[in-house]
């Protein structure tokens, strides 16, 4: 019965142990993307969608989907007017700001996938 006593208290130590790793891996997997970013936009001349979360950021270029998710992120940096992501596969995502508060630039790369508006 002292053995059984022992393992059982050995398995909610080793249990509790190994949420808290978990737990704090959740909490990390987001893109700290700035306020004036977050929402899905429509290309002004391409009509592809966009959309930028702090859990994945989606977007097509050249008829090809593309979806960035939080693990995918390497760096951010945040400018004054722009936004910048860079991933694991040396990829780098820039937002710039515009003079309309409802409209984004959006490079991919050495892309310029042009002007979205937000659908709001």
């Given at each position: 019965?002292?053995?059984?006593?022992?393992?059982?208290?050995g398995?909610?130590?080793?249990?509790?142990?190994?949420?808290e790793?978990?737990?704090?891996?959740?909490?990390?997997?987001?893109?700290?993307v700035?306020?004036?970013?977050?929402?899905?936009?429509?290309?002004?001349?391409?009509?592809?969608?966009?959309?930028?979360?702090?859990d994945?950021?989606?977007?097509?270029?050249?008829?090809?989907s593309?979806?960035?998710?939080?693990?995918?992120?390497?760096?951010?940096?945040?400018?004054?007017?722009?936004?910048?992501?860079?991933?694991?596969?040396?990829?780098?995502l820039?937002?710039?700001?515009?003079?309309?508060?409802?409209?984004i630039?959006?490079?991919?790369?050495?892309?310029?996938?042009?002007?979205?508006?937000?659908?709001?």
């Amino acid at each position: 019965m002292r053995h059984l006593l022992f393992a059982f208290i050995g398995l909610l130590l080793l249990t509790s142990c190994e949420s808290e790793p978990i737990q704090e891996a959740f909490v990390e997997q987001t893109i700290a993307v700035p306020g004036w970013l977050v929402g899905t936009y429509d290309g002004v001349h391409t009509q592809k969608e966009l959309s930028v979360y702090p859990d994945k950021i989606t977007f097509e270029y050249l008829d090809i989907s593309k979806e960035i998710v939080a693990s995918q992120v390497v760096q951010v940096q945040l400018e004054e007017s722009r936004f910048l992501v860079y991933t694991i596969d040396n990829e780098l995502l820039i937002f710039n700001k515009t003079t309309l508060d409802s409209e984004i630039n959006f490079h991919f790369n050495e892309l310029n996938l042009g002007w979205f508006r937000n659908k709001k």
